[in-house]
């Protein structure tokens, strides 16, 4: 961890922690993990941080936030992974987890280009497999 070359460690009380992409996408999978205040709680295992003079934490048991503020991100398609002809399917790629239920298969179009007058297909139907 780097701190400013002006600040010293033993005025640092609170930290605040960038999750990465994977503990994001995990938490908004479960659907019910610190959705709101009622259901987050924070769990700070002994040996999870220490003190400037290396005394480890007491393990505790926090909730709710004093602050939240809710995912509000809408996801995109990060990619489209595999077409395959053979099978029948095609693999869309996001960039946060989704809700396969909420899939609306006329809401999906392919086309053989970027342009206006691109031959296109909207898909009528279809069963989410994954």
Do not use: M, W
């Amino acid at each position: 961890v780097a701190y400013p070359a002006a600040q010293a460690y033993s005025d640092i009380v609170s930290i605040v922690l960038r999750l990465t992409a994977d503990d994001l996408n995990a938490i908004k999978a479960f659907g019910n993990v610190c959705t709101n205040t009622s259901n987050c709680v924070v769990h700070v295992l002994s040996g999870g941080v220490s003190d400037v003079a290396g005394n480890s934490v007491v393990s505790t048991t926090v909730a709710p936030p004093t602050g939240f503020v809710s995912d509000t991100s809408r996801p995109y398609l990060s990619s489209f992974a595999i077409f395959d002809l053979n099978a029948g399917t095609v693999t869309l790629d996001f960039n946060e987890p989704v809700n396969p239920s909420s899939v609306v298969f006329t809401a999906l179009t392919l086309t053989n280009g970027y342009t206006a007058g691109a031959d296109a297909v909207t898909l009528s139907a279809g069963r989410v497999l994954t």
